[in-house]
């Protein structure tokens, strides 16, 4: 919970910067009810001084990125951004909770970070969302899309992102059975038969 860290107590620390990846705003009962993959936390004291990450960050420059089709993740980044003018929003689809990871699989996390620490990711936006793009080279992107954490998943759109799939994956491959068993690894939770 380093996003959820770094936002409770930007102010205290007098910070003028806070990059919030995919956070988690705070486990207090009343504030994020809908939240439903922490019971042990929620027994804890939510109530002290620094229980809510937003009030960390209302008078600071920050950016938050999040993945947007994750709806517990999109729910925290909503309270964030209506409790601060000065937050940055950067949504990246298609990674979940994990997109630090998936980020810096892309060798996007470094250059990103680096950008809203030297105050160019205006600049530098352009260049990350184009390299963004070869996620759809990625399996991870896949898996996500295809897993019942995406929020707008339908049955339409899960044949088109299979579709998708089968296209784009399928030029890393050399060998067709491992490309058949990286696509049935994909598959498996949401289309068991096809898998």
Known sequence: MGGYAASAYASVLDADLAILLNPISSLRADATAFET??????????????????????????????????????????RYLSASNTMQEVRVFGFG??????????????????????????????????????RRYNKHYYKFL????????????SAVIVRHMLLNLSFLYKKDADFFRDVAHVLEETDAPLA
């Open 37 to 78: 993959r922490f019971k042990n936390p929620k027994l804890a004291d939510w109530q002290g001084r620094y229980n809510d990450g937003v009030e960390g960050v209302k008078a600071i420059k920050s950016y938050i990125v999040y993945d947007s089709l994750f709806e517990l993740d999109a729910k925290h980044a909503k």
């Open 97 to 134: 909770h994990g997109l630090p990871t998936h980020l810096n699989r892309l060798k996007l996390l470094k250059p990103l970070i680096v950008s809203m620490l030297t105050n160019q990711f205006e600049n530098y936006s352009i260049i990350f969302y184009s390299e963004l793009r070869k």
């Open 146 to 157: 295809l897993s019942g954490e995406n929020s707008h998943l339908t049955s339409s759109r």
